[in-house]
């Protein structure tokens, strides 16, 4: 459950503040766009999680579920870890699932935007990405694939676009970037949930996070 000052802005975005579940899926994925944003603008010195790990009691929370003695990382601790990499290639695009004001894409048409990639490191960094739509029942859609350089302390924008179905819904725009880098580690995701044609309601597929 969040803080009682966190009541107003879980209410506005779901409407209720009272499901746990939807409550944890907001604070993952916001805080990750967020955490993406900061990173590409470059404007400030550093970011940090705040509250690790707390009493929860007051105002403050912590990234943790269950009981102290069996701690178990939440959604938005392990989304983390893609946000926070060193080098990480992120989705340029607004929120569609949250966010009441976006309206939504025409179906079949092509979909332009930016993806950035950020280097924290002193060397440059390359990679390949994978970028896919998931449709509500976690069907991947549409699929394609890049390959990206990324200079040593700085972002590079890298224009694309991608083929929208012409089925409307609720889908999630994912983006894996892997790092050549020899290591055999889970790629890392950017994520953003866009709305294709006019629909009454909109389902969205919930993609799990990689463990730390």
Request: proline residues 7%; glycine residues 8%; charged residues 20%.
């Amino acid at each position: 459950m969040p803080s009682y000052l966190g009541h107003k802005f879980y209410t506005y975005y779901l409407g209720t503040f009272k499901n746990v579940h939807d409550n944890r899926e907001l604070q993952a994925y916001d805080l990750q766009w967020e955490t993406e944003l900061f990173r590409v603008h470059r404007e400030v010195a550093g970011l940090l999680c705040f509250d690790y790990l707390t009493n929860n009691y007051g105002a403050t929370g912590d990234w943790f579920i269950g009981d102290i003695k069996d701690l178990k990382p939440g959604p938005a601790l392990l989304w983390f870890r893609n946000c926070f990499a060193p080098a990480a290639v992120f989705i340029d695009l607004e929120d569609q699932r949250y966010v009441k004001s976006q309206k939504p894409h025409q179906p079949g048409s092509d979909m332009i935007f930016n993806l950035e990639g950020v280097n924290d490191y002193s060397v440059p960094v390359s990679g390949n990405i994978k970028m896919y739509l998931i449709d509500s029942a976690g069907k991947k859609v549409e699929a394609q694939s890049d390959s990206i350089t990324i200079p040593p302390f700085l972002t590079k924008t890298l224009p694309t676009s991608i083929k929208l179905p012409v089925q409307k819904g609720g889908y999630l725009l994912v983006a894996e970037f892997t790092p050549d880098n020899g290591k055999n580690n889970p790629p890392l995701i950017s994520r953003r949930y866009i709305k294709v044609g006019d629909c009454k309601t909109y389902n969205f597929f919930e993609l799990k996070p990689t463990g730390l």
